[in-house]
């Protein structure tokens, strides 16, 4: 089975500095690994997924995470934050064979300051 | 492409009632997924379905269950409800034939509130 731990629940950041939100997941087999965006009263959004291939992942929102395998992390980040990315992100996965359903961490609420 | 749809948005029922809410996944898509969502819990996974047949069971009890019908539309039921099933439910659609077709698409969620 998989797990996934978010390290931090809250993340406050003044508004155009860089901002990294940590993840680190468990698994016995390789995985696919996701990073999700719920803004208020809304569902999850998909910002950016690694499947294989290029370790860094760029998304959307000018978003990016780096999937490290001997440290079973995919940390998210982006270099200039905006009020507009204030939301709560949700690492997520899922091992890469099988149908096994999504995991989802516990979230990590990113709050903007102007 | 039309999202993924839920209704209803918003409901409030009763302890001891049951409830039933609809999803409707995105066209070609043949999997729907069903997390419940509450600040305590965070995202839990309900179940899976894929070509109307259940695929994946999270660890719920026995008064949470659900169907897809052959357009892929699911309901998921809840019966005899208790004030700790207040929570916002998400449904998500995915193509899900293969590992990789895995990527899953939120609806805005239901919004049930239990008095």
């Known amino acids: 089975a998989q797990s996934v731990t978010q390290l931090d629940s809250q993340v406050p950041v003044f508004e155009e500095a860089p901002v990294e939100l940590r993840c680190n997941y468990s698994s016995s087999v390789s995985v696919y690994l996701f990073w999700y965006v719920q803004y208020p009263n809304q569902g999850l959004q998909l910002l950016l997924k690694y499947l294989s291939g290029s370790t860094l992942v760029k998304g959307i929102n000018g978003f990016e995470a780096e999937f490290n395998k001997s440290q079973t992390s995919f940390h998210l980040r982006k270099p200039s934050v905006h009020i507009s990315d204030t939301a709560e992100y949700f690492c997520a996965v899922r091992a890469n064979s099988g149908n096994t359903p999504l995991v989802f961490g516990k979230g990590t609420r990113l709050s903007v300051i102007a | 492409k039309a999202g993924v749809t839920q209704t209803p948005r918003y409901l409030i029922k009763t302890r001891g009632q049951q409830v039933t809410l609809s999803c409707s996944p995105i066209s070609g898509h043949r999997s729907v997924s069903w997390y419940q969502q509450t600040p305590g819990q965070g995202l839990q996974f309900l179940f899976e379905y894929f070509s109307e047949t259940q695929r994946n069971k999270g660890n719920f009890p026995g008064r949470f269950s659900g169907r897809q019908f052959s357009n892929s539309r699911s309901e998921m039921n809840v019966s005899t409800l208790e004030l700790g099933d207040s929570a916002l439910y998400l449904c998500?659609?995915?193509?899900?034939?293969?590992?990789?077709?895995?990527?899953?698409?939120f609806g805005p969620g239901t919004r049930l509130t239990v008095t």
């Open positions: 998500a659609s995915s193509l899900a034939d293969s590992p990789r077709s895995y990527e899953q698409y």
